[in-house]
Structure formats: C-alpha cells, structure tokens
Nanobody, 123 residues
Framework: QVQLVESGGGLVQAGGSLRLSCAASGRTFSSYVMAWFRQAPGKEREFVVAISWSGDRTYYADSVKGRFTASRDNAKNTAYLQMNSLKPEDTAVYYC????????????????WGQGTQVTVSS
C-alpha cells in the first residue's frame, strides 16, 4: 500500500506556472506507475498524465501536451507536475494516483489516491 500527499497548488494568473508535488510513503515508490488527474466542479475526473516506473515514459492528455511536464524522483519518493502556460480551463482539483500495473488513463485503473490540491487560474 502507498500513501500519497499532493502539494503546490494555488492561485495563478493565466499564462503563469505552478509545480505540483506528490509525496509517497509506504511501499516502494518505484514499483508504481504515477499519474495525475484533475476534476473541475460539476465535471468528471479527467486524466492529465501518467509516468512510468522509472520515468522514461510519459503519456499525456492532448489538452495539456506541450504545456505540462511530469517527472519523478524515485530517490525522494516524489512525483512532480510542472504546469506552464496555464489557462483558466486548467482550474481544478489535481490528484496524484498510483498503480502497480501499467500506464493507464482511467481513474478506475488506479488503486491509490491523494487528497488533491486546488489549482485556480484567473483570466
């Protein structure tokens, strides 16, 4: 089992940047594919990116490709989401998630979730 805690959210103007962190504890961090999802009010949880166990592969949603970058530091048990060129439509609660099996884009494929961190982008 793994516990996940996100941080780094906040309020930023359109065009700005934020970096989210997801600190993991519990079982070996490098055993898990890590992913980021987001959920805006009244909308379903949306896939953002998944990153492989070693970090050598990533899989982005089209809506963030070229603007967001996922990374991980297995020595620090932490995953990151660098978000640049933020838009008001990026406003959401951002969640990190972990799964032991494969890169996937459906929330139901992930077993472990953090509590979320709010990102608000003003126009």
């Amino acid at each position: 089992q793994v516990q996940l805690v996100e941080s780094g959210g906040g309020l930023v103007q359109a065009g700005g940047s934020l970096r989210l962190s997801c600190a993991a504890s519990g079982r070996t961090f490098s055993s898990y594919v890590m992913a980021w999802f987001r959920q805006a009010p009244g909308k379903e949880r949306e896939f953002v990116v998944a990153i492989s166990w070693s970090g050598d592969r990533t899989y982005y949603a089209d809506s963030v490709k070229g603007r967001f970058t996922a990374s991980r530091d297995n020595a620090k048990n932490t995953a990151y989401l660098q978000m640049n060129s933020l838009k008001p439509e990026d406003t959401a609660v951002y969640y990190c998630a972990a799964d032991a099996n494969r890169l996937a884009s459906r929330p139901r494929d992930y077993d472990y979730w953090g509590q979320g961190t709010q990102v608000t982008v003003s126009s």
